[in-house]
């Protein structure tokens, strides 16, 4: 059973840090691509970083180009979401996502997300 846990959520001022964790266990979590998402209420769930399998290609969403940084630890089986000069757009349920096909250079299409963390909040007040 593929299990994904967020932790590090939490409520931080404008112009703050926070450290999204995503630990995985069930899968080769070192042979599939990583993401984090995040669903603001009355929106849609949108990806805001990405990586592949061997961290050689990144996707970033342009609103947090600069700001944010996804990184991926193989031997601990986690993926981290560096978030900085946090703005109240950032407010959000993030969610860890795991998928695409096996030891792939891209990032997986929006269809290829296949197991899903149930999200931690991330607050930011102005």
């Known amino acids: 059973q593929v299990q994904l846990v967020e932790s590090g959520g939490g409520l931080v001022q404008a112009g703050g840090s926070l450290r999204l964790s995503c630990a995985v266990s069930g899968r080769a979590f070192n042979s599939y691509a990583m993401g984090w998402f995040r669903q603001a209420p009355g929106k849609e769930r949108d990806l805001v970083a990405a990586l592949t399998w061997s961290g050689g290609s990144t996707y970033y969403a342009d609103s947090v180009k600069g700001r944010f940084t996804i990184s991926r630890d193989n031997a601990k089986n986690t993926v981290t979401l560096e978030m900085n000069s946090l703005k109240p757009d950032d407010t959000a349920i993030y969610y860890c996502?795991?998928?695409?096909?096996?030891?792939?250079?891209?990032?997986?299409?929006?269809?290829?997300?296949?197991?899903w963390g149930r999200g931690t909040q991330v607050t930011v007040s102005s």
């Open positions: 996502a795991t998928g695409g096909l096996p030891n792939t250079n891209s990032v997986p299409g929006p269809r290829e997300w296949d197991y």
